[in-house]
């Protein structure tokens, strides 16, 4: 295998050699890993996996609702295909343990359209990321937030998002 689509959700049960495998998988062997929406609620209990995601999940204080998703870099292969700007509904997730100093955004939630008086918003700096990209050791990681509702999944753009993301990991044209 070249890469892992992740949709992995909670303490899932991993033995000690499977989580060291799956680090070297990427972090050694230069594979990718591809994680979608629930990813960043995985293995709480494992710090070294969070690392390699770039974030952990910390609530989603808007539940289930329209926002407005601005695409910061449009160039990506993952994310050309998409406007500037769009309206998704989705479980729209912050995250915490996550730094832009070790990520490159792809997108993030329009902070100036969302109720940042929402009793579970922890954020303070506004940055609601909603996909990006980084390296962990030799291989290539992304993660986006997007993917609850099930017809979302039925969308184009979100599969040719997670398609692109996937080809990229792998470094594929």
């Known amino acids: 295998f070249d890469a892992i689509f992740f949709f992995g959700v909670r303490e899932i049960d991993l033995e000690a ?3 060291a495998d799956l680090l070297s998988f990427v972090r050694d062997d230069g594979k990718g890993f591809v ?4 990813a960043s609620t995985a293995f709480f209990s494992w ?12 609530e989603h204080p808007w ?5 407005t998703v601005l695409v910061e870099n449009r160039t990506a ?3 050309r295909h998409l406007p500037a700007a769009f309206a998704v509904t989705d479980e729209h997730y912050q995250l915490k343990d996550f730094s832009r100093s070790d990520v490159n955004v792809i997108a993030r939630l329009d902070a100036a359209k969302l109720d940042l008086q929402a009793p579970l918003v ?3 700096d506004r940055d609601f990321v909603v996909a990006y990209t980084k390296t962990y050791g030799n291989g290539r990681v992304f993660y986006s937030t ?3 509702p099930r017809e979302l999944w039925d969308t184009e ?7 692109e993301a996937l080809k990229w990991s792998m470094r594929l044209p």
């Open 63 to 67: 539940g289930i609702s329209e926002a």
């Open 17 to 19: 050699q499977q989580r």
């Open 122 to 124: 922890h954020r303070s």
């Open 146 to 148: 997007l993917g609850h």
């Open 77 to 79: 292969p993952m994310s």
């Open 157 to 163: 753009w979100l599969q040719k998002m997670y398609f």
């Open 35 to 38: 994680a979608t929406h629930a």
């Open 47 to 58: 710090p070294e996996f969070g690392r390699m995601l770039g974030g952990r999940f910390d």
